[in-house]
T-cell receptor, first 112, second 114 residues
């Protein structure tokens, strides 16, 4: 089955710095990809979703890049601020009506 | 609209007890998922239902974990018997039918097994 590896498990940056979180997956047939944010004491909430081929999606202060050739998904916070401190999880969904598989998560800490 | 509801929010059990966790998905959602969240393992799939039919069962959890969808708006997760290693946060999520849709997560139930 699908295996998702997420790196790094912990990331500490200063306010204004960039931060990059990367996930790699194994099933080349996977086609839906998600990033979730989990703030302390709260549950997971969708940050962004991305589909198909090499794609860049830009949100408020972050960029998601999907490279299907390398089976890699990345989340790039361009200028982190303390409100971004949270755990981030990638999720990958493949064919055959399987449930999404999650990376182990990255705990991001942004210091003022 | 109400989000995913989970009860109880906290549960403390003695080793060997049976516990039942409850979940109400977002109204109209067809897919329902149970995950276990720990710091070491992250999110592990326990069960996945589509329109009340079991689509996928987390292989490592089949012996003591049983999830059911009694109707389209209510699901339970039974752990029997509980063991200390079951201490974790149990998350329920739902989504509309279709693989492209994101999951909506409940607040979770924190289980402590003594």
């Amino acid at each position: 089955g699908e295996q998702v590896e997420q790196r790094p498990p912990h990331l500490s940056v200063r306010e204004g710095d960039s931060a990059v979180i990367t996930c790699t997956y194994t099933d080349p047939n996977s086609y839906y990809f998600f990033w979730y944010k989990q703030e302390p004491g709260a549950s997971l909430q969708l940050l962004m979703k991305v589909f198909s081929s090499t794609e860049i999606n830009e949100g408020q202060g972050f960029t998601v890049l999907l490279n299907k050739k390398d089976k890699r998904l990345s989340l790039n916070l361009t200028a982190a601020h303390p409100g971004d401190s949270a755990a981030y999880f990638c999720a990958v969904r493949g064919p055959n009506n399987n449930a999404p598989r999650f990376g182990a998560g990255t705990k991001l800490s942004v210091k003022p | 609209d109400a989000g995913v509801t989970q009860t109880p929010r906290h549960e403390v059990a003695e080793k060997g007890q049976t516990i039942i966790l409850k979940c109400e998905p977002v109204s109209g959602h067809n897919d329902l998922f149970w995950y276990r969240q720990t710091k070491i393992q992250g999110l592990e799939l326990l069960s996945y239902f589509r329109s009340k039919s079991l689509m996928e069962d987390g292989g490592a959890f089949k012996d003591r974990f049983k999830a059911e969808m009694l109707n389209s708006s209510f699901s339970t997760l039974k752990i029997q018997p509980t063991e200390p290693k079951d201490s974790a946060v149990y998350l329920c999520a739902s989504s509309p039918r279709g693989d492209s849709y994101e999951q909506y997560f409940g607040p979770g139930t924190r289980l402590t097994v003594l």
